[in-house]
């Protein structure tokens, strides 16, 4: 009898953490234990709500339900407790308690997806967006929060700002993060990321110069590149005017002009001549 409990409560709590946005974009969070022990929160909750709509379901059904003049049962919990008397599975003085926690478990187990579709309905409402695509964007969004790189994308993304990129085979990549990948239940949501490209070059081997030697259509004609974030060794911000002035300073400067000093010939010493 246990089982009727312990199953619906992981199994509930499995299913909110992957029907509900806001929890499937966050699994990626949780490891080992964790995970556990958020599977078994979310669990609790379905469990706890599936005992309020049971109690009351049962309650309200064992009043008839008056219709046209006629009375109608609707005491399915009778029904049910002789079903299972009859395949021996539960004794005339347990029936009930069985079919309370039958019903307890299923209800614990369709809560996830009716929590779902609400929160899905809620936050389009209170948004105003007009698909469950610019949701879940929203919602990615909202994650991009916390480490410095999260933060650069979702500037990027929102504003249209132009990044910079060095990757760990020296290319360097500037350009308009378009689109971040969607998580799953292992890797967050900023493991790759699409970039519209502006130009692109790469460091000099020996001195780590930036070298931009490529550039790019106009966004008209614009192409998409995919980075993955374990290849991305710096990022950061990129102005335009602000590396044109760099550049113009740096060649305007002039370059240092070695001087050489010539050591003077030692003198030799002539043989002195016989007198």
């Not at 609707?74 to 029904?79: L, M, N």
């Not at 996830?112 to 469950?132: D, I, M």
Request: positive net charge; proline residues 5%.
């Amino acid at each position: 009898m246990g089982l009727l409990l312990i199953l619906p409560l992981l199994v509930s709590g499995y299913l909110v953490c992957l029907k509900h946005p806001g929890h499937y974009c966050r699994l990626h969070r949780f490891e080992g234990q964790l995970l556990y022990l958020q599977v078994a929160r979310l669990g609790w909750t379905c469990l706890v709500l599936s005992f309020v709509l049971t109690t009351l379901i049962l309650c309200l059904s064992k009043q008839p339900l008056q219709l046209a003049g006629q009375t109608i049962p609707i005491d399915y919990s009778a029904y049910l407790g002789k079903l299972l008397i009859e395949l021996d599975i539960a004794t005339e003085r347990n029936h009930g308690l069985w079919v309370f926690l039958l019903q307890v478990g299923l209800t614990a187990m369709i809560i996830p997806y009716c929590w779902a579709r609400l929160f899905v309905r809620w936050r389009r409402r209170r948004l105003q967006l007009a698909s469950e695509e610019e949701l879940n964007q929203q919602l990615m969004l909202e994650l991009l929060t916390g480490r410095p790189l999260r933060t650069l994308l979702r500037e990027s993304i929102a504003r249209g700002s132009q990044c910079m990129f060095t990757l760990n085979d020296r290319n360097v990549y500037v350009g308009v993060v378009s689109s971040i990948c969607e998580p799953n239940e292992s890797e967050g949501i900023d493991h790759a990321f699409s970039l519209i490209p502006t130009c692109s070059g790469y460091r000099d081997k020996d001195t780590l110069e930036i070298i931009l030697d490529t550039e790019y259509p106009d966004a008209s004609d614009a192409i998409s590149i995919m980075l993955l974030q374990e290849a991305v060794v710096s990022a950061t911000r990129f102005d335009p005017a602000t590396w044109m002035s760099f550049q113009s300073r740096i060649r305007a400067k002039p370059q240092p002009i070695r001087s050489y000093r010539r050591e003077s010939a030692r003198r030799k010493k002539t043989p002195g001549a016989c007198a």
